[in-house]
């Protein structure tokens, strides 16, 4: 059975920084790539970052030059860095993984920015 385990999440003020993580397990097929969505309330989820297992990096404009995402293919783990953190980024962000046949989902994390 193919698990996400997130963590990381919580509440944070304006400012401040938060480190996702999220380990993959039980595929016995290779990650291809690894990212993080997010929603917040009455919007559609949209990409905040992605990384192939190569190291190219894919981020949505509004967190640029914030966020780092970065993996460990060793452990397939996904780590998503969030600084200079603004009340905007406050949502639920959703691991996901692309496998060569499908694409898994965490259950997400809610972080929450406090201006």
């Known amino acids: 059975q193919v698990q996400l385990v997130e963590s990381g999440g919580g509440l944070v003020q304006a400012g401040g920084s938060l480190r996702l993580s999220c380990a993959a397990s039980g595929s016995p097929f290779s990650i291809n790539a690894m990212g993080w969505y997010r929603q917040a309330p009455g919007k559609e989820r949209e990409l905040v970052a992605a990384?192939?297992?190569?190291?190219?990096?894919n981020y949505a404009d509004s967190v640029k030059g914030r966020f780092t995402i970065s993996r460990d293919n060793a452990k397939n783990t996904v780590y998503l860095l969030m600084n200079s953190l603004k009340p905007e980024d406050t949502a639920v962000y959703y691991c996901?993984?692309?496998?060569?046949?499908?694409?898994?989902w965490g259950r997400g994390t809610q972080d929450t920015v406090s201006s």
């Open positions: 990384i192939t297992n190569s190291g190219t990096t």
């Open positions: 996901n993984v692309r496998w060569p046949r499908n694409t898994s």
